[in-house]
């Protein structure tokens, strides 16, 4: 069957929206995660996170309603759930902090 | 007593919400786009779409998904009578009627292309022949990851399979 994939412009299209998304709308994610993690390493990392789950998986209904306010509230979410994690290991690790 | 001076959230903001400097914004920009669009290279994500149904590729009901794949297997051999006869051997059923009308959907919303056959002699009724455009090829490929299947409603009891 003539399906197999051949690489056209339309191929770009999701590319050059998930560019444009993350040009509007890096910087107040990027002050929304640090605030909360305190570093930029952790910063970058939950927005990292954050965008890889935005193309994984679709489009959700509060996402097409305010994309700006989903992205922040992931973005600190997923700050907050990576400081949970550390703290957690921190204490269960032998000689960590209880 | 001084009266205390209220503050609005605005204010409340920029004084105590810790920002970051220009330099730093810009450079964690670029840090992070990098391993996005390293991510973003293990994905394909050619018929994906960050709005309306989450698709760059237009949606098919269970019969266009037939029709389209006669065409598509087809080719240059794509007429009605030839569609017609495959998409019997799916479902079972001759339905002539339904696909003449199926073929007509998907013209109109670009999916295939209509060509007169240049093979037909001088005084002939020219056959039409139907052929897959680019959006139609992806709207096949989007069938398929949805799960879509071409044999359907076997009235001879056989295994569609």
Redesign the interface.
């Known amino acids: 069957?003539?399906?197999t994939?051949?690489?056209?412009i339309?191929?770009e299209?999701?590319?050059q929206?998930?560019d444009a998304?993350?040009r509007e709308n890096?910087?107040p994610m990027?002050?929304a995660a640090?605030?909360v993690t305190g570093n930029?390493h952790d910063?970058?990392e939950a927005?990292?996170k954050v965008?890889?789950r935005?193309?994984?998986g679709?489009?959700s209904r509060v996402?097409?309603e305010n994309p700006i306010a989903y992205l922040c509230k992931a973005a600190m979410n997923e700050a907050r759930n990576r400081g949970l994690r550390k703290l957690k290991k921190l204490m269960t690790t032998p000689g960590g902090t209880r | 007593m001084k009266k205390r001076k209220k503050m609005n959230m605005d204010e409340i903001l920029r004084k105590y919400w810790p920002s970051a400097s220009h330099e730093e914004v810009e450079s964690a920009d670029e840090r992070v786009w990098k391993r996005v669009e390293a991510e973003l290279d293990k994905h394909d994500t050619s018929l994906r779409s960050l709005y309306g149904d989450g698709w760059s590729a237009p949606p098919l009901e269970q019969l266009e998904f037939q029709v389209l794949t006669a065409v598509s297997l087809l080719d240059d051999r794509g007429t009605l009578k030839s569609i017609t006869a495959m998409v019997h051997k799916w479902t079972g059923r001759e339905m002539v009627g339904h696909v003449y009308l199926t073929l007509g959907g998907l013209a109109e919303r670009g999916i295939i292309t209509l060509h007169s056959d240049p093979t037909s002699e001088y005084g002939e009724e020219p056959q039409h022949r139907f052929k897959i455009t680019e959006d139609g090829d992806r709207a096949l490929r989007r069938a398929k990851i949805e799960g879509k299947e071409l044999v359907t409603d076997r009235e001879d009891g056989l295994d569609p399979r």
């Open positions: 069957m003539a399906t994939k051949v690489p056209t339309k191929d299209i999701f590319r929206e998930l998304l993350y890096f910087r990027y002050r640090k605030c930029r910063a970058d927005i990292e965008f890889v935005v193309f994984e679709q489009p996402f097409r």
